[in-house]
């Protein structure tokens, strides 16, 4: 066997990049990974199921099955999308920013409607930050620096289970050599999770009400009166997380998906924003959207090279054109917009409201994933490919904007396709359908 240092962790934002992983001497079995949570090394050792599905298929009639070769799913493919009049591409965030790229050409050529998860997730943050600017900073700043640390909406315990100890609350950095014993860790959520049993301080906000408290936190900030209770927190309380966070040498507000798409959405994160400005009048302080698919971030900047956008891009009319609430995949869907659905690196059958997930099963479509999921189920064709960051390498956003090489550690079964491989080759068969 040998062992491969330093592997890169396809599998949440945080793109640990301290893995160890053994593997079989000829690189074709990947044997153990060291270093991983649970749900990443679950993401390596999937790859060496032995029921795994490695040639696309077809759904018949009868509801079965019928296995073909790549080849016929690529003409499938490019048929599908150079026939529709108005393609939804969506997913893009569990694979790497060169398929990303081949992806966008094909969404040019077509017409099609690009998005990825941003829009059930963090589309409302990017919206923040295109309305008001954002003070960000880098996660080895937050390991560094940060003395102060907050988590609103979000709970890492399970979601990115080695940030805590990696970079926001253990690890002992430059300025902050006492570790966990010199931070102030503040939780902001209704639920008691796991990430609030390890906070200084516990904020039970009632449901829905982050913009509220957040606004409380810029009024308590400059000391002026607040009623006794805001959002179901005492007044008190409220005063004395402001003085915490005021006294800071350097605060990080990591937030997720509590705060993004509850009552409020986009108008939260402008105010989260906000309470980081104010906080730089008396300290330093940085906030940071705690994006989950571990390439969701290299989408959106591979767009924002490409269109200007980083989701929901509606190129139907030859340019680029951006209206988060009518070119997103759920209105699209529900308004019955779009003729044809493309799914990869993303599982919109499990994430998605049901109607919209009936729409693409009516729908002609296509989903590309290694894994059998609830989208490939409703999908006309799957096409399974090759693991990214596991079977093949390639460009990953962080969390914090900072782009990772992944690397491939094992082969893929022989004659697999890499989602590179295969969107080059329809967006070749498509330049040839439409005679380019
Ligand atoms: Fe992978 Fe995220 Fe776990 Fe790190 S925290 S090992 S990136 S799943």
């Given at each position: ?148 640390v907050v988590f609103w909406g979000c709970n890492p315990a ?27 860790v503040i939780v902001i959520d209704?639920r008691k999770t796991?990430t609030a049993n390890v906070a200084d301080v516990h904020l039970q ?232």
């Open positions: 066997t040998k062992t491969i240092p330093d592997v890169v962790c396809p599998f949440c934002g945080t793109l640990c990049d301290d893995l160890e992983v053994v593997v079989s001497d000829d690189g074709k079995q990947l044997l153990e990974v060291y270093n991983a949570c649970a749900i990443g090394a679950e993401k390596f050792l999937h790859s060496q199921a032995e029921d795994r599905l490695t040639r696309p298929r077809l759904a018949q009639e009868d509801g079965s099955w019928k296995e073909i070769g790549y080849e016929e799913a690529i003409e499938y493919t490019a048929q599908m999308l150079a026939n529709s009049k108005k393609p939804l591409m969506y997913g893009w965030s569990s694979t790497n920013c060169e398929a990303q790229g081949v992806g966008s050409e094909i969404g040019e050529i077509t017409g099609a409607v690009m998005d990825n998860t941003a829009t059930v997730c963090h589309g409302t943050s990017l919206i923040a930050v295109q309305d008001i600017g954002i003070p960000h900073c880098t996660l080895g700043e937050v390991k560094n620096r940060a003395d102060r399970h979601a990115h289970p080695r940030h805590m100890s990696r970079y926001s609350i253990f690890p002992r950095g430059f300025f902050t050599g006492k570790g966990h014993k010199g931070r102030k209704p796991d906000i009632e449901q829905g009400r982050d913009y509220e408290l957040l606004d409380a936190l810029r009024v308590a900030f400059k000391g002026l009166p607040l009623p006794d209770v805001v959002a179901g927190i005492p007044k008190e309380q409220i005063y004395e997380a402001a003085e915490v966070l005021k006294s800071g040498r350097f605060v990080i507000i990591f937030f997720g998906m509590g705060v993004t798409q509850s009552l409020g959405k986009n108008h939260n994160i402008d105010e989260a924003i906000a309470v980081t400005r104010d906080l730089n009048e008396y300290t330093k302080a940085a906030i940071m959207p705690m994006r989950g698919h571990y390439n969701v971030t290299g989408s959106g900047a591979v767009w924002g090279w490409q269109f200007g956008f980083p989701f929901a891009v509606d190129l139907s009319r030859g340019f680029a054109r951006y209206n988060p609430g009518e070119t997103t995949s759920n209105d699209l869907l529900r308004r019955d917009e779009v003729d044809s659905v493309f799914v990869l690196g993303s599982d919109p059958g499990a994430h998605f409201p049901f109607s919209s997930v009936k729409k693409i099963s009516e729908l002609p479509s296509v989903c590309i994933d290694p894994h059998q999921t609830p989208t490939t189920a409703v999908c006309k064709l799957h096409v399974p490919v090759a693991f990214v960051g596991v079977e093949v390498g390639g460009c990953a956003y962080r969390m914090d904007n900072v782009p990772i090489e992944t690397r491939k550690v094992v082969d893929a079964p022989e004659g697999m396709m890499t989602d590179e491989e295969f969107l080059e080759k329809v967006l070749g068969r498509i330049k040839e359908i439409k005679g380019e």
